[in-house]
C-alpha cells in the first residue's frame, strides 16, 4: 500500500518498506503517513504488549507479513520485563511516570531502535541490498542505534557525536562498540551540526553515487526515518491503557502525557496515537534552557536566528532544529505550508505560523521549559524522597508542576546510571567522574546496577577519531574502502 506521502510534496508516495529503507522524500521533505487510522482503543484494553503492536501496525496498514513482524517484536526479549518493556510507576494518586529505559542502553531509544534494526535487516534481505546507515546522536539514539545493527549482514554503521557534549556513560556506549560494521566518530560541534551534515548527506548526490559505486544504498536511523515513528506509537497507547487498568479510572478519560523533548519524535509518537483516537489530553512539552519548542508551541514562531545552543544538565534535548515538527506542521496543515515553513527555516532559519495555525497547533500541545538550576532541585528533591530520576524527567517533573494537569504520564527517558555526575551534583553539589557518582549513588539507595552499564568501564575504547564537519564525508567513504576491522 503506498500509504505514505512526502511532507513537503503530497504528490510522492510510497510504502512502508521503501520509507524505512529509503526516508527522504522531495524537496528535503520527510516521510510520513498519508492517512491516519481510527481506532476504538476500547477493545485494546487487554491485549499484552507484542499483539498491540501487531493490531497498530496492522490498522497503520504497514503489510509486513506476520513472520517479520514476529521476528521483529523478539527485540524486547532483551528488556527487563518483556511482556512489559515500558512499566508504569505511579509516584502519586493522579501521575504516573512510564519508565521508557529498560532496554541495553537504558534510554527511551531502545523503544523503537531495539525492533527497528531487526526490520531493516529483514527488509534490506529481503531486497538483498547492502546499506550504509548515518545516524547523528544527541547521546542516545547512537548507543541504541549501534546496540541494534551490531553486526548485522550486509549493514555498515555510521554515527557521528558531538565530542564532549554527551554524557561520558553515552560516549562509553558508543566508543566501545566492537563489532566491525560500526563506526563511530566524535566531531567538532554540537547536535545540530551533526544531524545537519547527515541531513546533507542523505540528498548529496555525489555522495550517494559514490557509495553506489561501492554497492551500498543510503539510509539513516534517526527519526527522519517513519521505522523508528512506527514503534514509538505503541509505548503511548500501552501507557494511557495501563493508566486506565491500574488507577481504575474509566476509559475515555483525557490523560495529559508529558514529554522531555528535543527532536521531537516521542511526542510525534503521542501526536499520531492521540490523532488514531487515543483519549489523551493535551501532550505536553517539557523543555530545558534550549527553549525553541516551548516557545514555538506558546508563540507559533520558529527562530533559531538569534540562538545558539547552550550545553545543559540535559544534553539529550539539547537540540535547536527539531526534525520531526515538520511531520506535525504536515498533519495539521498539509505540504504546502510545510514546504513554505521549511524553506524559510533553511534560508533565513525562522518561520512563523499565523493565529489560525497557532490555535490549532495549541489544541494538541502546551508548553514550557526548566532552568538548569530548578532541575537540580527536582532531582534532588526526589533523591532525598528515595525516588531516582534523571535530568531529563527533571524537566518533566518541572513542567507537570507549571502547568498543574490533574491525569498525567510522564515519560522518563533515561535511566539515572546515564547522567549520574548530574544526580550527584543536584545532591551534593560536589563534582565527580560518572563511575564515582554511580557508586556513591548505588550505595546510598541501596540499589544493584544494571549490567550494560556496569561492564561499559571495564571496556577498551576502539573508537577516538574527532573530525571537522568537513572531513566527515571523506573519512565516510574511506570507511567503506578499507577492509572490515574484526575487534574481537
Not at 113 to 128: N, T
Not at 130 to 138: N, P, V
Not at 448 to 470: D, G, R, T, W
Amino acid at each position: 500500500m503506498l500509504n505514505f506521502v512526502g511532507t513537503r510534496d503530497s504528490s510522492q508516495n510510497c510504502d512502508f518498506k521503501n520509507a524505512v529503507l529509503n526516508p527522504n522524500a522531495n524537496f528535503g521533505g520527510l516521510w510520513t503517513l498519508k492517512k491516519i487510522p481510527q481506532i476504538d482503543f476500547s477493545t485494546y484494553q487487554n491485549l499484552d504488549y507484542k499483539t498491540l503492536c501487531e493490531k497498530i501496525f496492522q490498522a497503520l496498514d504497514l503489510n509486513l507479513n506476520s513472520k517479520i513482524l514476529d521476528s521483529v517484536l523478539n527485540a524486547y526479549e532483551s528488556f527487563d520485563d518483556k511482556t512489559n518493556p515500558a512499566p508504569l510507576n505511579f509516584i502519586q494518586k493522579n501521575l504516573a511516570i512510564q519508565e521508557l529505559y529498560h532496554g541495553k542502553t537504558r534510554a527511551f531509544k531502545d523503544m523503537a531502535l531495539a525492533p527497528f534494526g531487526k526490520l531493516f535487516s529483514l527488509l534490506a534481505k529481503e531486497k538483498k541490498e547492502k546499506y550504509l546507515i548515518l545516524t547523528a546522536t544527541s547521546g542516545d539514539t547512537g548507543p541504541a542505534t549501534l546496540e541494534s545493527f551490531k553486526n548485522l549482514e550486509n549493514i555498515e554503521v555510521v554515527c557521528l557525536y558531538p565530542k564532549g557534549g554527551t554524557s561520558d556513560v553515552q560516549a562509553l556506549q558508543m566508543t566501545t562498540q566492537d563489532a566491525s560494521n560500526l563506526h563511530v566518530f566524535g566531531i567538532e560541534g554540537n547536535f545540530d551540526d551533526a544531524q545537519g551534515i547527515l541531513k546533507s548527506l542523505i540528498q548529496d548526490l555525489d555522495f550517494k553515487n559514490a557509495l553506489q559505486e561501492k554497492n551500498f544504498l543510503l539510509s539513516a536511523a534517526n527519526s527522519v526515518n517513519f521505522g523508528r515513528i512506527a514503534f514509538q506509537i505503541i509505548y503511548h497507547i500501552w501507557g494511557y491503557l495501563c493508566y486506565i487498568k491500574t488507577s481504575k479510572v474509566p476509559f475515555g478519560t483525557p490523560i495529559k502525557t508529558i514529554i522531555p523533548s528535543g527532536n521531537f519524535g516521542n511526542a510525534l509518537g503521542a501526536f499520531f496515537a492521540k490523532k488514531m483516537g487515543l483519549p489523551l489530553d493535551k501532550i505536553i512539552i517539557a523543555s530545558n534552557p534550549n527553549n525553541i519548542l516551548s516557545d514555538f508551541i506558546n508563540t507559533g514562531i520558529y527562530d533559531i536566528s538569534y540562538r545558539s545552543l547552550k550545553h545543559t544538565y540535559s544534553p539529550a534535548m539539547d537540540i535547536l532544529k527539531s526534525s520531526n515538527i515538520e511531520r506535525i506542521l504536515f498533519a495539521l496543515f498539509g505540504d504546502q505550508e510545510t514546504k513554505k515553513f521549511m524553506h524559510s527555516l533553511e534560508t533565513k532559519q525562522y518561520y512563523s505560523l499565523n493565529q489560525t495555525q497557532l490555535k490549532t497547533l495549541q489544541e494538541y500541545f502546551e508548553a514550557t521549559y526548566c532552568e538548569d538550576e530548578k532541575c537540580l532541585e527536582i532531582i534532588k528533591n526526589f533523591y532525598d524522597k528515595n525516588l531516582l530520576i534523571d535530568p531529563h524527567t527533571a524537566n518533566a517533573i518541572f513542567a507537570h508542576q507549571q502547568l498543574s494537569p490533574k491525569e498525567s504520564i510522564i515519560c522518563s527517558t533515561a535511566e539515572w546510571s546515564k547522567f549520574a555526575p548530574i544526580v550527584i551534583k543536584a545532591v551534593t553539589k560536589k563534582q565527580s567522574s560518572d563511575k564515582e557518582a554511580i557508586e556513591k549513588i548505588l550505595k546510598d539507595q541501596n540499589l544493584n546496577l544494571s549490567p550494560h552499564i556496569e561492564q561499559l568501564f571495564a571496556k577498551p575504547i576502539y573508537h577516538q577519531e574527532v573530525l571537522k564537519i568537513s572531513e566527515v564525508k571523506d573519512k565516510i567513504l574511506q570507511c567503506l574502502n578499507s577492509t572490515p576491522n574484526t575487534r574481537k
